[in-house]
């Protein structure tokens, strides 16, 4: 397709405009933004870089850019403060070859972490993605690390992964990196703006992204606020904006059992309206019903809360129960989506959800920062005797003795015959009293679908198969990196490594 068709399109979509975009979806959205030429557009400002979005993709993206020499690089965030989703996520890191797995004696390499991957994602990952991802990630981290990021001193193996690679921030969320690398940015030169909501692309002649148009002094849920901002760009345009988990409608439909009584763990900005604008510029939408959810949430606080981090560290040696049989009912290691839907099975007599229960030592529970919590908000529980812990649960007793006591085995043997579950973490560590106990349900928390992306970050447009000019992506607002279902961890890696290719391809470097 030559560019003055290409340019053509793109009018032909700008000019079904909001009401023809709505007449044309069966869901609401949010306010959507729509592109626009750049004939007439009287530019508020120049800079080398735009960067829409300031998680884990756009602040990464935004060192990078300055390191290698763009001089006026600006991040725009709609939200009032900065890190988006990113800040609130479980800051956990994975990386192949790092440090402390020197110092722990844990082999592991690049192909074992992308083979891990591409299991987990059924066969539908993106190898060469993945790849890229892996064989930068160390990098990534050591970017976090000098920004002045600080880890736990252990590693945890998260399930899917066949070896312990997993970083975690001490404050056991993304603000423990996000803060540090936000302060990397300005201490770099990186200018930041919040309340600055994307609004769609200003191309030029040719289709080329030439910039950007914006709402400044936007508040979030009040569309109508604000004054619209025309940003030029000399090299190009970074989306970072994360994914959607927070629209309901778009969320459903993908998959109708997402519905709004599912919780999700995001933040009230993951809506997508970034995702919408470069699909009607053309970008081609990978793998958009695969939606995640973390089964390690509870259905008793709001958001990833205080359990998931708990129940992401407890799981290596923990049990959870069916609460109706007593009985396990999956590997607690297993890929996210297999727990997920294992969880979701967990029904009661009338078919009703029927949250199942993670039971752990209090001894090896307490170690976690967030034990204490769990018990102060009411969101987890200790018992002295199974009995008690039966009876508030309305377990079955006998059957959750034997169960316990059949798993004590799999402790001692160092096999899981039950589950198959890899028991290395559960060394020594037996299921006794007293007992630690929290709700487990499946909330949604990562959009595997998005646009697609090569290696280089570039958006790749959908009738052409080539690169948008002037545009790239980086973090969960690209799609088909990780396949069916992400492994725990990988989404940091992802989001830094592809925001540092997108600013060194900019960049040319």
Known sequence: MSNVDLLGRRKFITGLG??????????????????????????????????????????????????????????????????????????????????????????????????????????????????????????????????????????????????????????????????????QCRKEGVETENRVKFAGFVLDKTGKVEGVKLIKGYYFGEEDSGKPYYVRTNRGVIMATGG?????????????????????????????????????????????????????????????????????????????????????????????????????????????PLPPIMITSWEHAKQHPNAKKVLKYGVGWKFDTLEELAKHFDVPVKALKQQIEEYNGYVKAGVDKQFGKNMGKAKGKYIEAPYGVVRLWPKVHYCQGGVQITKKAEVLDSFSGAPIQGLYAAGEVTGGVHGISRLGSCSIPECMVMGMTAARSIMGA
């Not at 993106?126 to 976090?144: I, K, N, P, S």
């Not at 927070?246 to 709004?260: C, Y």
């Not at 509870?298 to 990833?304: A, H, Q, T």
């Open 18 to 183: 909001i009401a023809g975009a709505a007449a044309a979806t069966p869901f609401a959205m949010p306010a959507l933004a729509s592109s626009v030429s750049a004939e007439g557009v009287k530019w508020d400002k120049t800079i080398d870089i735009a960067i829409i979005g300031s998680g884990f993709a756009g602040l990464a993206a935004g060192i990078e850019a300055k390191r290698q020499g763009a001089k006026d690089v600006t991040i725009f965030e709609k939200m009032p403060v900065f890190g988006g989703n990113s800040a609130i996520n479980g800051g956990l890191f994975a990386a192949p070859g790092t440090p402390m797995q020197q110092e722990k004696g844990v082999t592991d390499s690049v192909e074992t972490m992308v083979a891990d991957q591409m299991k987990s994602g059924r066969g539908i990952a993106d190898e060469g993605l993945l790849r890229h991802v892996a064989e930068h990630a160390m990098e990534a981290l050591q970017m976090t690390l000098d920004a002045g990021s600080v880890y736990h001193p252990y590693l945890q193996q998260l399930g899917g992964h066949s070896v312990p690679r997993t970083y975690q921030t001490t404050v056991s969320c993304g603000a423990g990196i996000t803060q540090p690398l936000l302060k």
């Open 244 to 352: 959607f988990a927070q629209n309901v409608n778009l969320r459903m439909a993908q998959d109708p059992t997402l519905t709004a009584e599912v919780g999700c763990t995001n933040a009230k900005g993951a809506t997508g309206e970034g995702m919408f604008e470069m699909f009607r510029l053309g970008a081609v939408p990978v793998h958009m019903a695969h939606i995640q959810s973390g089964p390690w949430a509870s259905p008793d606080e709001g958001g990833f809360g205080y359990v998931s981090n708990y129940s992401i560290f407890n799981f290596p040696h923990s049990i959870a129960i069916n609460r109706m049989t007593g009985q396990r009912f999956m590997n607690e290691i297993a890929d996210r989506k297999t727990r997920a839907d294992a969880e979701l099975n967990c029904r009661d007599g009338n078919g009703d």
